[in-house]
């Protein structure tokens, strides 16, 4: 069974196509600039095809697709196709889990779209799309924020007038939820138990914190949005809103402006001056840059301080993982947080670490908590829920 697994922005959509049979990649890639004028990229057998292509809405860059897809004899009929998984980023309490798509969901999808503007309105022409250019297969809606839904009350509310909760939906939903499923899950499989403490560090651009205690979430380290939490590439993460005043006032902006400053213009981008990017701040830090140096060790800490607060919450941890773009690839940012924590007996192999490439065990023998490396694969968890709904 063929089932392709849907990433849609507001002007992007990214697939991929797994074979379930052995869950591998049978082809993926993104349409970019939906609305504006329009190209895409297909990756299948090696080859890599890029092309311009007017698309005006997801319509057209679905369509465009199926009919690569056939074109480029990546499938022989669209009818192989049985199954399409969809990204949402937000579920509110409303989805604690995946569940195939119909007129009900839709329906819940359009009550919540507010709690997402940016993503969850993207989300759903990606859906309605599908339903109309592939109408034979199933959708399913595979959420960002379901897997926290296990956080108790006292963990997912804010300390602000309760009122806000009940009135309108104020409280922790969380983010990177497919993530941190697959990594608690992989885990599960290699150790052939779930009856684990782990704390998963999924550090991307995007990055969030999740402790986890068998197989379920206890608390995680983004909010209401996932302008919470750690600092990120271009997010602040937690800060205390009162500087915003005296900030709008000064820079003559307002509420949405500011907003916007924290999620784009913060976290590695604002504080180094220098880059987003994590690979252009190491650059920098590996020059002796001093900006680049404050901000490195202000990165590794403030992950190192959630991960701190999940150690106790959880009563002491068996596992840590690092994961995504940074997780995966910087062996300092690893380095710099595990000597953070050497207080909890936590000890890395500097060799493991620095030479690991995908899987990888890096903490040494007698370090009280096993220090992982997983590569995270949300397209496969979409793919899995997906055929899971759908057999
Ligand atoms: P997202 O999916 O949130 O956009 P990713 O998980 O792809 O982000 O992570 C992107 C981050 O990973 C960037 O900061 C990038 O610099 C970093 N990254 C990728 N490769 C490396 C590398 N080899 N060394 C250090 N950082 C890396």
Known sequence: MKILSINAGSSSLKFS???????????????????????????????????DAKLDT??????????????????ESLDEIEGVGHRVVQGKDIFDKSVIVDEEVMKKLESIKSFAPLHNPANMLGIEAFMKSLPHAKNTVVFDTAFHQTMNKETYLYPVPYEWYEKYGIRKYGAHGTSHRYIAETLEKKLNTNKFKLISCHIGNGASITAIKDGKCIDTSMGFT????VMMGTRSGDIDPSLLPPVMEAE??????????????????????????????????????ERAILTMNKYARRITDYIAQYYVLLEGADNIVFTAGIGENSFIVRKLVCDNLKCLGVKIDDEKNKNCH???LISTDNSKVKVYVIPTNEELMIARDTLELIK
């Open 226 to 229: 996932p302008l919470a939490g």
């Open 252 to 289: 003559n902006k307002d509420i949405n402006q500011i907003i916007n400053d924290l999620n784009k213009h913060s976290g590695i981008l604002g504080l180094s001056g220098i880059s987003s990017d994590m690979r252009d701040l190491t650059e920098a830090y590996n020059q002796g840059n």
């Open 17 to 51: 196509l797994f074979n379930m049979k052995d869950e591998s990649v049978i082809a993926s890639g993104i349409f970019e600039r939906i609305g504006i004028d329009g190209s895409y990229t297909i990756k299948f057998n090696g080859e890599k095809i890029k092309e």
């Open 358 to 360: 995908g899987e990888a």
């Open 58 to 75: 997801h319509v057209d860059a679905v369509n465009i697709l199926l009919e690569k897809l056939i074109s480029l004899k990546i499938v």
